[in-house]
């Protein structure tokens, strides 16, 4: 019943933009913590962004800060990665994922492939 649907992903050239969305379904949406994380081959899972439930604050890594924006719409339960002057560095499999920290509960997408190269 729980969902979290990614789309956006694909092929752009360094310097390109791609935003990311994630649709959420079968869990109270407008609670939860959202995140984006991302998985490069031979690399660690990392965190790229996260927004709390009301999208008052934000939170990016040092290597993305200024070129990436989360964003929700809790009225589409649906969260967006804005991603500019991407990099090769950038490229990975995008998770979304959905988080009650208090509750340790934990919702994943399923990944979509981001690929920056020329």
């Known amino acids: 019943q729980v969902q979290l649907v990614e789309s956006g992903g694909g092929l752009v050239q360094p310097g390109g933009s791609l935003r990311l969305s994630c649709a959420a379904s079968g869990f109270t949406f407008s609670t939860y913590t959202m995140r984006w994380h991302r998985q490069a081959p031979g690399k660690e899972r990392e965190l790229v962004a996260s927004?709390?439930?009301?999208?008052?604050?934000?939170v990016y890594p040092d290597s993305v800060k200024g070129r990436f924006t989360i964003s929700r719409d809790n009225a589409k339960n649906t969260i967006y990665l804005q991603m500019n002057s991407l990099k090769p560095e950038d490229t990975a499999v995008y998770f979304c994922?959905?988080?009650?920290?208090?509750?340790?509960?934990?919702?994943w997408g399923q990944g979509t492939q981001v690929t920056v190269a020329s």
């Open positions: 927004i709390t439930n009301s999208g008052s604050s934000t």
């Open positions: 994922n959905a988080v009650l920290p208090w509750a340790s509960v934990n919702y």
